[in-house]
């Protein structure tokens, strides 16, 4: 049976990574990019006095996500990927989640946009929250790392030869590890 590894793929030069991360690590795999249309996206132009856009706005970022996922299908499949490609809406941690729990994802694989201090507070992580959540081991490739940290429930931490790091450990443990806090 195969591995079946879901990438978060936002078009993002961080999904560019753990993309190609993917394709290294898991040679063999079903690969699953996914896409996820945050309807709160479309609440920041009312934050900016702009008329609401509904199902233009939606209807847009759909055709976006279609042609970004299209060519990253292309140069995974180009590459000998066993891929496809998923369009969800909702909010993104949740959304990644639940595709992971529903599609039997053995792994989950996103790239960090690397916020940090009040920001990561405030704005909170997708990231650490994929990875405080997952059913499943989670490997976020870091925008500010040539390597990319890995977290599951299932192992103890160790350093793998593509220069991985896997913990296990409690949230907080996951959680410094994506904010580069975590200890190697």
Not at 116 to 134: D, F, H, K, N, Y
Request: glycine share 8%.
């Amino acid at each position: 049976m195969s591995v079946h590894v879901l990438v978060a793929y936002d078009d993002s030069t961080q999904a560019d990574r753990a993309l190609a991360f993917a394709q290294e690590s898991f040679p063999d795999a079903h690969v699953t990019l996914l896409t996820v249309i945050d309807p709160a996206d479309a609440g920041s132009r009312r934050r900016l006095s702009l008329p609401p856009l509904g199902d233009e706005w939606l209807a847009r970022a759909r055709e976006n996500a279609e042609d970004h996922l299209a060519d990253a299908t292309e140069r995974a499949r180009d590459a000998g990927v066993d891929v496809d490609a998923v369009i969800e809406v909702g909010r993104p941690a949740n959304t990644i989640v639940g595709y992971a729990e529903d599609h039997a994802v053995d792994h989950v694989v996103m790239g960090s946009h690397g916020r940090s201090g009040v920001t990561r507070i405030l704005l909170g992580s997708v990231a650490e929250s994929v990875i405080r959540r997952s059913p499943v081991p989670v490997t976020v490739a870091r925008a500010d790392a040539t390597r990319a940290d890995s977290t599951s429930a299932d192992s103890t931490s160790a350093e793998d030869a593509t220069g991985s790091e896997s913990t296990n450990g409690s949230p907080e443990d996951a959680a410094n590890e994506v904010s580069g806090e975590g200890s190697a």
